[in-house]
Structure formats: C-alpha cells, structure tokens
C-alpha cells in the first residue's frame, strides 16, 4: 500500500489546513488509516486514527476538539482538518494505515501501523 500525503503549508495561529492521504495499491481494504506527527527534535506522536468503514474514530487529547478526521471511501482517501492551529502544532504529519485499527487504551501505536507516507510539513508561524 501506498500513501501520498498533500495539503500542508503555512498557517498563522488559529488558522486551519486540511490534510489529505490517499492510499493505493492494496487489496484488502479499506484500511485504518490515521495520522501521527513530528516535530523537530522529538518523537513521533500519533494524532488521530479512523477504522475502515468509519465507524470508530480516536484522537490524541492533544488535538481532540480541534482537529476532525474522516474519510471517502470511494476515493480511498483519508482527511484531516486541523482547525485553531497553534504552533505547537508545526511539523511532520505522517499518514499511516493498517489492516485493522488495533489500539491500546484508544491510542493507536506505530507497532500497529503496516504503512507510512513521506510526510508533509505542517508550520504554524505568525
């Protein structure tokens, strides 16, 4: 499987971007598909996941409230609108993806993650 990641840039605070990932080359979808995110000088951390059909959705409590995950289907793609930026949300967003959506305690970890994407930078900078 494949993800492409597009739609990141530059914010000011407050502002909003949505995400996009789209997945190809699988068979067994649709496939659990999520974000995490890097900042420079630390770890990942995971930021949203959604199952297959949509049904179930988590978010990490830091952006729980501010950012909203979904997904087409149809266009094998995945979405993540990030609303009230601030700058604690610059870096790396990754795009992930998995057979199933398998989490501890509603947070979904990189050891359940099958696929990544390269990435696309998120700067929230006034």
């Known amino acids: 499987v494949q993800l492409e990641e597009s739609g990141g840039g530059m914010v000011q605070p407050g502002g909003s971007l949505r995400l996009s990932c789209v997945a190809s080359?699988?068979?067994?979808?649709?496939?659990?598909m999520g974000w995490f995110r890097q900042s420079h000088g630390e770890e990942r951390e995971w930021v949203a996941a959604i199952s297959g059909p949509g049904g179930t959705i988590y978010y990490a409590a830091a952006v729980e409230g501010r950012f909203t995950i979904s997904r087409d289907n149809a266009k094998n793609t995945a979405y993540l609108q990030m609303n009230n930026l601030s700058p604690k949300d610059t870096g790396v967003y990754y795009c992930?993806?998995?057979?199933?959506?398998?989490?501890?305690?509603?947070?979904?970890?990189?050891?359940?993650?099958?696929?990544w994407g390269q990435g696309t930078q998120v700067t929230v900078s006034s």
């Open positions: 080359g699988g068979s067994d979808g649709p496939y659990a």
């Open positions: 992930a993806a998995a057979k199933t959506l398998l989490t501890r305690e509603r947070r979904w970890y990189e050891d359940a993650v099958s696929f």
